[in-house]
């Protein structure tokens, strides 16, 4: 009896050992990649130049937003089709290498998706079969072609401590389907309810507690309306990245992650 | 061994013997359940929809008080330095949107929802981009550790909230002019240093000097005396104390390198 009970506390014991050890153990990541391919954007064409030859000129074609926590991971695509504007979201969601493209009627394949056939949007699936990110964290990553020739210019970086909700990583959960975007960068602003606008404009003069004493102030909602469809481009910040030297394009040294298809 | 149930109808009746055998004893339970119903209020979350509708509030306040800038040139490169060190903080679920305030006024606000000011007077005493993002991240820390959010939730105007949907009108109103007076009177010690931990984390994964936010708030104390920044040492801990933590943090967590484009912010913030 005694025995029994000793042996029944020790499964019990690894038990919660093993919990301990298991789904808390995946480690959330997020990250965005920023893609260029050689060549130059001109009057809305991409440039590339002729096969066999190298260029300087690198080409801004794709931002990745990634969330991953093995062996799960979703990643949200970006295009620009003329140099200067991102498109709307492509959402992926994965399992280690099994990748399926969300869309509003539900999750398909990537294999069986139009999607499938885009080397880019391939070459987005950076995981491995246990779901773990391929590449340096952070950093510039350059992928060459099987002559040698560089394919791609990946620019990654890092977001701290990441808290994203891992319900985004399941084809079927509830919020899935809804478009995160990482930093704010594009218009998530126009997704607020209409409520925020309406509610917010009904308050008067407030009267405000400063150290100075109080002060009364009339709330200028017109200005934050203003600030709501304020937006930044993803080309015009990581121009502006670019230009200062910072984060992944501060790299002093190139990760070659593999080839480019 | 006693089942659940007879456990649950035993402690019940203690306590109902205790209520009818001493109510003075009896009242101070129900006292303390209803401290507990308080807490449990108290602790209600702020949905993020919610959350910006409130930050939204409070920025209008902020505007308000003081005028929003409309140099376009200078507003883009403020968010542009914004979104950089927003870039890499954790908080997915929220747009930051950054504005300069037209004041002579040395201080910077941070609304939740991702709404975040800074001052024309501040601009005046920053040196550099790094200095700016400093600033400018550690006002992002305040959003992305829901300062203003948590502070709100345990307000008397929570009391009574009881789901997401009662907050609107005249409570939304209430915990609008709560947070507000939060951000002029200052938030806790103990927020403004949870602050510049996440600001110089944030500033240095961008690619900052790590060390802008704590140049900045050096060159503030030798401006000490002046009254555009009676508001903000009314507002913040102590300059020295902020400083020694900060070059704390950076030699803990070995934050160095990175750049201080100082030539980059003479030219567009001047």
Known sequence: MRAAAVARAAALAAGLAAIGAGPAAAQKAQWTDVVYVPGYWAGGQLVQPPAGQSTDSLALVMRVDYFSAPPKWRAEIRRTTDGTTMGDATVLVGEGTRALVLTPLGATPLDQHALGRDPLVRAAVVFDGTGHRLGAAAGRLVERLASGAVGRVVYRRAVVKPTFDEALLNPGGRSAGATLLASGISAVGDQRSASVVATAGARGVDNIKTPAGNVPVTPDTAAITRMDHYHVGTVALEEFLRAGGLGPYAAPADSTTGRHP | ?270
């Open chain 2, 1 to 270: 061994m006693t089942r659940p149930s007879s456990r649950a109808a035993f402690g019940a009746a203690l306590l109902l013997a205790a209520g009818w055998a001493a109510p003075a004893r009896a009242q101070s339970l129900l006292d303390r359940l209803r401290q507990a119903a308080n807490v449990a209020r108290a602790l209600l979350p702020i949905s993020t929809p919610k959350e910006i509708e409130i930050g939204r509030g409070i920025a209008a306040t902020i505007a308000g008080r003081y005028p929003v800038s409309h140099d376009t040139a200078l507003t883009r490169y403020v968010n542009l330095v914004g979104l950089t060190v927003a870039g890499v903080s954790p908080r997915p679920d929220i747009t930051y949107h950054f504005a300069v305030l037209e004041t002579p006024d040395v201080n910077a606000f941070a609304a939740p929802g991702g709404y975040v000011f800074i001052t024309r007077g501040a601009l005046g005493l920053i040196h550099t981009e790094a200095e700016l993002a400093g600033v400018l991240a550690h006002e992002v820390g305040h959003v992305n550790a829901r300062h203003v959010i948590n502070a709100i939730r345990k307000s008397d105007a929570m009391r009574e909230v009881k789901s997401q949907i009662d907050i609107q009108g005249a409570v939304l109103d209430q915990l609008v002019g709560g947070g507000t007076n939060m951000l002029f009177m200052g938030l806790s010690r103990g927020d403004e240093l949870q602050a510049d931990s996440l600001g110089i984390e944030y500033a240095s994964a961008a690619g900052y000097d790590p060390g802008g936010l704590a140049a900045f708030i050096g060159r503030l104390s030798a401006h000490a005396g002046e009254g555009a920044l009676a508001a903000f040492y009314a507002t913040h801990p102590k300059p020295d104390e902020r400083i020694e933590r900060l070059h704390a943090i950076a030699a803990r967590e070995h934050l160095s390198g990175g750049v201080d484009l100082a030539a980059r912010y003479a030219e567009m913030a001047k």
